[in-house]
């Protein structure tokens, strides 16, 4: 009895994985339900004996048809990747030796992922495209509106990740912010800087270490990682901050 819940279990949980589940994935079903399942609820358990069969076609023509034809080529992509690494001209006789074994596997991933693209909701390479760069999209957008609300008197971190690169547009719009927000918004963005390379390599740390900011000067001492290059003449003036906290820190080795 523990063995059949078991299997129910996985059988459940695999169910938003199913193929079908995705409405991209079942063409038939959909042209079924959208001309031929009546709307009103009496029509629909009147016409219930002759649409149920059909709709069980459907379903059978979506599983066993529609769908699997609608990923050959993703399968076909993903048995080609095998050879798209191989560089002849870097390692010439290891990829020629392995040949043999790619011919072999070759139909048998194309296969597989025939297969398990037919029974379950894989991505292909183009949907995954266009889901990064939807990502990216938010990203980009929810960077704007985190500068925007620092000039606007905000301090706290953004809501979601920042992009990883940045174009001239976020570059000016985090300048912008820089010059117009308060000393807990620069802090902010400075935070971020040296967790983001990209965000990082633009900053002026040697402006942003010597902020007018006491609180600000103090915080960077105290967590900015020691990789951020601090000018010799910034780290001196530290050292003589009118602030006896800024002082302590800039005499002390960074260790972080």
Request: hydrophobic share 50%.
């Amino acid at each position: 009895m523990n063995g059949h819940r078991l299997l129910l279990w996985c059988l459940c949980a695999m169910l938003p994985a199913c193929a079908w589940a995705r409405r991209e994935n079942r063409p038939v079903w959909n042209a079924f339900e959208e001309h031929l399942v009546p709307q009103s609820q009496g029509a629909f358990l009147a016409t219930l004996p002759l649409t149920g069969p059909v709709g069980l076609l459907s379903i059978a023509a979506d599983t066993l048809v529609a769908h699997p034809l609608q990923v050959v080529d993703d399968a076909a992509e993903d048995a080609a990747d095998l050879w798209r690494q191989v560089d002849l001209d870097a390692d010439y006789y290891t990829e020629a030796g392995f040949a043999p074994l790619r011919a072999v596997a070759t139909p048998v991933w194309f296969c597989c992922s025939f297969v398990g693209r037919s029974l379950f909701d894989v991505p292909s390479a183009e949907s995954r495209r266009l889901d990064a760069e939807q990502v990216a999209a938010e990203r980009r957008a929810g960077a704007l509106q985190w500068f925007a609300a620092l000039v606007a008197g905000g301090h706290r971190g953004p809501r979601r990740s920042l992009p990883e690169k940045f174009d001239a547009e976020l570059f000016a719009a985090m300048d912008d912010c820089l010059a117009k927000t308060s000393a807990l918004g620069r802090l902010a963005v400075y935070r971020e800087a040296w967790k983001n390379p990209s965000m990082s390599e633009h900053v002026d740390w040697g402006l942003a270490f010597a902020d007018s900011s006491a609180v600000v000067r103090f915080e960077l001492l105290l967590e900015a990682p020691a990789s951020i290059q601090v000018p010799d003449a910034v780290m001196a003036k530290l050292a003589a901050d009118p602030e006896e906290a800024v002082r302590t820190l800039a005499k002390q080795p960074r260790k972080r």
